[in-house]
C-alpha cells in the first residue's frame, strides 16, 4: 500500500514524469492517437430543463420525436437526406483496416446516415456498404481522383482537424501496407506526410474558386461541406459561408486523430462547447443558420451529447473516437495484448503504431481479420440507435416533437465556464457570464 | 435516320457560361471544341473525363482542364493557378505562362507550359509529367510523389522539397534545393525518357543539358536526428 505520507507533485505528476523520462530517452515527441485526453469544460457540464408547468413534455412512447436532417441543400443538386443526425466522421483507410471501413458504413447505412472517407481515398468496401458517403479533399490529395468524386454523395473540403488545427499528418511506415502505399502512390514501408495547407489554393477567395470547380467538376450535384477544427470558429465559420460551403463542420479539440503529436493534441485549439455558439453566432450573423447546415464532433458519446449540441444549435454531429469504440476499441477481452504492448484496456491511445489488438486502427492482417464487417456493422448500428434514442427522450421531456426543435433556452449550465463558453445560464441563475449582465 | 456527330463545336464564352460549356464536355456530342473569349474565367473545362480535343483561345483563370482525365485540352493563351491540377491522363498544353500550383497533385497525363510556371509547380505530383519551357518558380516539386517535371529554363527555390519518387530534370539553374532534395547523376535510361519528355512536348533540347534531381530518402523516416531538415 502507498505511504499517505508521500505526496504526489500535482505539477510534476506520474504522467509528466514519465513524460520527461521518455523524452530524454528517445529525443522524440510523444506521438499518439484519440484527443484531447485533459479534463475539459464538456456536455457533462450541460443539464436539460425538463418539461413541467412552463413547457409540455411529449409522451415517451407514444409521441413522434423526429430525427431526420437534410444537409447540402443551400447549392447541390441532390443534397444528403439522413434519418438521423449523427453521422461517422472522417477516419482514412490506412488509419483504420479495409474491415473496420466497411463496418463503419455498413451500420451507418443500416439507420441511414452517412460514413465519410479520410486521408487515403475511397475503398470499394467503404462505397459499397455506404448508402450515404461524404468523400474527403484533404491538402495530401492522397487517392483524390474524378471517378470516386463522382460516386460520392457529399464532398468535404477538409482545413483541418480539431486534434490538429494548423497541422499537418503523419502515417508512421508501419501502417504502409502494400495496397495503402498503392492508393497514396507511395513507397510501401516510408512515414506518409498529410500537408497541413492545401496545395492549390492559399486562403478563403482562393477557397471560393476552388469550391466551384469541384463543382463544376461534379456537374452541381453534391453538397460540399467545409470542416475547420475548432479555433477562431466564429470567423472561419463566416468565411467558409462566405466562400460557398453548403454544411460546415466544426470539430472540437476532444475530436480524434490517428496520429498526432501529444504536444498538439492538448495544447492546440478549442473545446466543442467553447466552438459551437460562436459557430451559431457566424451563421445566424449571415443569416444562413438552418440553411448552411452545422456539424459539430469533438467528443459526442451520448445521446445527451448529441442533444446538447443540436440544442446549441447544430443541425448533426459527428462520431469518430466513439465509433471507434463501439467497434471494439479498448474492449476488456484484449486486456492481456494491451498489456503486452505496454498499455491497457480504456488507455489504448497508439493509433499509430499498427499493433491494434482490436483490430481496427491496423493494416496487419491477422489483426485486421478480428474485427468482422458485419458484426462491426451491426455494432456501429447499434450503438447510434441508442444515441437516437437517447437523444428523442431529452428532446420529449423538453417537449419537443423533432431534435432539431431543442434549442439554448432548453439548457442551463453547472460551471461559470460553460455557461460562459456555451452562453447558457448557470443553473438556478439567469447568469450567462459575458453577455453584459 | 441516323444521327451525325458533329467533328467540332464552338462554344463562345462571351454569351454562354462556364456551366454551359462543362456540362457539355462531360456529356460531349462533338469530339472537338474551341472556346472563343475565355476572358479569364476559372473551371474551364474542369473535369472532362471523355477523349475530346478543347482548344481555348485565349486567357485562362484558376483550375483550368482541373483533374482532367482523357481529354487534349489547349489554352491559347496563359492560364491562372492550378492549371491540369489533379490530372488523371490526357494533355494539356499551355502556350503561355501558367500561374502557381500548375499541374499539382497529378496523377498522369502531360502538362506542357511553353512559358514559365510560377511557385509550387508540380506541388505533390502523383505521376503527372510536367514540362515547362521556361522558368518554374519556388516550391517546385514540394512533397512530389511520383512523375517528373522538366524545366528548360531556372528554378526558384527549395526545388523538391520533402520529394518523394519524382524525377525532376532541369536545363538552367537551381536557386536552390529543398530538403532531402538531391543532385543524382544522369544515366543513360534518364537520358532516354527525358529525351522522350522533351518530344512530347515539342522541344528539341539535348538532354544532356539537363541536370537530375530527386530524393536523397533521408527523411522516409521520421527520426529526432533529422530534426534540423524539419
Known amino acids: 500500500m502507498t505511504n499517505p505520507a508521500l505526496r504526489e507533485s500535482a505539477t510534476f505528476d506520474r504522467a509528466t514524469i514519465a513524460g520527461i523520462q521518455r523524452a530524454a530517452e528517445t529525443g522524440v515527441y510523444d506521438i499518439r492517437g484519440w484527443g484531447a485526453k485533459r479534463p475539459l469544460p464538456h456536455f457533462d457540464d450541460l443539464l436539460f430543463l425538463g418539461a413541467s408547468m412552463s413547457r409540455y413534455p411529449l409522451e415517451g ?112 511506415g508501419q501502417k504502409i501496407s502494400e495496397r495503402v502505399a498503392g492508393m497514396r502512390t507511395l513507397p510501401a514501408g516510408i512515414d506518409q506526410r498529410s500537408a497541413c495547407r492545401h496545395p492549390d489554393w492559399t486562403g478563403p477567395d ?32 463566416k468565411l467558409a459561408v462566405a466562400a460557398g460551403a453548403d454544411v460546415v463542420v466544426v470539430d472540437g479539440m476532444q475530436g480524434g486523430t490517428a496520429a498526432t503529436q501529444d504536444v498538439f493534441i492538448e495544447h492546440v485549439g478549442i473545446p466543442t462547447l467553447a466552438a459551437i455558439p460562436q459557430a451559431v453566432q457566424a451563421l445566424q450573423e449571415l443569416g444562413v443558420h438552418r440553411k448552411v447546415q452545422l456539424i459539430v464532433s469533438g467528443g459526442i458519446r451520448t445521446g445527451a451529447d448529441v442533444a446538447k449540441a443540436m440544442a446549441l444549435g447544430a443541425d448533426a454531429v459527428a462520431i469518430g473516437t466513439a465509433a471507434l469504440i463501439a467497434l471494439g476499441d479498448n474492449h476488456p477481452r484484449y486486456a492481456d495484448e494491451y498489456e503486452k504492448i505496454g498499455s491497457a484496456a480504456g488507455f489504448y491511445d497508439d493509433f499509430q503504431d499498427g499493433r491494434d489488438p482490436a483490430g481496427i486502427t491496423t493494416q496487419d492482417p491477422e489483426l485486421a481479420a478480428r474485427l468482422d464487417p458485419v458484426e462491426g456493422g451491426r455494432r456501429i448500428a447499434n450503438y447510434l440507435r441508442v444515441l437516437t434514442l437517447e437523444a428523442q427522450t431529452l428532446a420529449r421531456a423538453c417537449g419537443k416533437a423533432h431534435l432539431r426543435n431543442l434549442e439554448p433556452e432548453d439548457l442551463v449550465a453547472l460551471t461559470i465556464e460553460a455557461a460562459a463558453m456555451a452562453r447558457v445560464p448557470l443553473a438556478g441563475t439567469d447568469w450567462i457570464p459575458g453577455n453584459g449582465r | 435516320m441516323a444521327t451525325v456527330t458533329p467533328v467540332s463545336s464552338k462554344v463562345d464564352l462571351s454569351t454562354s457560361s462556364v456551366r454551359a460549356l462543362n456540362a457539355e464536355l462531360h456529356e460531349p456530342a462533338a469530339e472537338a471544341y474551341e472556346v472563343l473569349h475565355p476572358q479569364g474565367a476559372h473551371a474551364i473545362a474542369a473535369g472532362v473525363h471523355h477523349p475530346v480535343t478543347v482548344d481555348i483561345r485565349g486567357h485562362a483563370g484558376y483550375y483550368c482542364a482541373g483533374m482532367n482525365d482523357g481529354g487534349t485540352i489547349t489554352v491559347h493563351g496563359s492560364a491562372g493557378t492550378g492549371v491540369a491540377e489533379n490530372m488523371m491522363s490526357g494533355t494539356v498544353r499551355v502556350h503561355g505562362d501558367a500561374s502557381q500550383s500548375a499541374g499539382a497533385t497529378g496523377h498522369g ?94 522541344l528539341d533540347h539535348d538532354p544532356a543539358d539537363f541536370r537530375r534531381y530527386g530524393s536523397a530518402r533521408k527523411l522516409y523516416h521520421f527520426a529526432a536526428h533529422n530534426s534540423d531538415s524539419y
Open chain 1, 61 to 172: 412512447y407514444r409521441e413522434r420525436c423526429d430525427t431526420d436532417v437534410v444537409l447540402g441543400d443551400r447549392h447541390a443538386k441532390f443534397p444528403l437526406h439522413l434519418d438521423i443526425p449523427i453521422t461517422i466522421a472522417g477516419m482514412s483507410f490506412g488509419a483504420l483496416s479495409a474491415q473496420a471501413k466497411e463496418a463503419l458504413g455498413r451500420g451507418a447505412s443500416e439507420v441511414g446516415t452517412s460514413t465519410t472517407t479520410g486521408d487515403g481515398g475511397m475503398t470499394p468496401e467503404e462505397r459499397g456498404q455506404s448508402k450515404h458517403l461524404v468523400y474527403q479533399y484533404l491538402p495530401s490529395r492522397y487517392g483524390m481522383n474524378p471517378t470516386d468524386l463522382r460516386k460520392a454523395d457529399a464532398i468535404e473540403v477538409v482545413l483541418g482537424q480539431g486534434a490538429k488545427p494548423g497541422g499537418g499528418g503523419m502515417l508512421l
Open chain 1, 206 to 237: 482562393d477557397l471560393t474558386i476552388k469550391i466551384v470547380e469541384l463543382r463544376e467538376i461534379t456537374d452541381w450535384e453534391k453538397p460540399v461541406y467545409v470542416k475547420v477544427g475548432a479555433t477562431r470558429t466564429y470567423y472561419d465559420v
Open chain 2, 109 to 202: 497525363g502531360l502538362l506542357v507550359v511553353s512559358g514559365s510556371a510560377s511557385m509550387r509547380c508540380g506541388i505533390s505530383m502523383k505521376g503527372i509529367d510536367i514540362v515547362v519551357g521556361g522558368d518554374i518558380g519556388p516550391m517546385s516539386a514540394f512533397m512530389a510523389q511520383a512523375g517528373r517535371l522538366v524545366v528548360c529554363g531556372d528554378a526558384g527555390d527549395a526545388l523538391g522539397d520533402s520529394i518523394y519518387e519524382a524525377r525532376i530534370y532541369v536545363r538552367g539553374k537551381v536557386n536552390s534545393l529543398g530538403a532531402d532534395c538531391v543532385e543524382k547523376p544522369m544515366r543513360a535510361e534518364h537520358l532516354s525518357e527525358l529525351a522522350g519528355l522533351l518530344g512530347a512536348a515539342g
